[in-house]
């Protein structure tokens, strides 16, 4: 992240920064934390020893420029920033390969390993 800015109590806006990229070479994009937020987002808890972790399932994630992405909150959450930092980003190869199981398991990933 290179940047973020509350635009209102329930709207984030974050930046990332231009040239990062995986250890795989491929660049870390906002379609890369999109993606990440979506699968994470349908996982029943992403961080069960840590559920103040959880990011709000009703959370909306925009993409709204080619390094900006935008939170849009249901409610009021001072601890976005914090979950942000937690949140699991990584490359396509470990969404479509690896990833918690998905190779393995049908459904979300979780507990299986």
Known sequence: MLAYKWRSPL???VWLRRGNRFHSGRPLTVDSVSRAFA???RWHSPHPPGTHFNIDKRTRLDVVGPHRLRFTLPERDGLLIGKLRAMH???ADFWEDLGFGYAR???TGEGHW
């Open 89 to 91: 980003v990584m490359d």
């Open 39 to 41: 699968e994470q987002q």
């Open 11 to 13: 709207v984030l806006d």
């Open 105 to 107: 398991e049908e459904s």
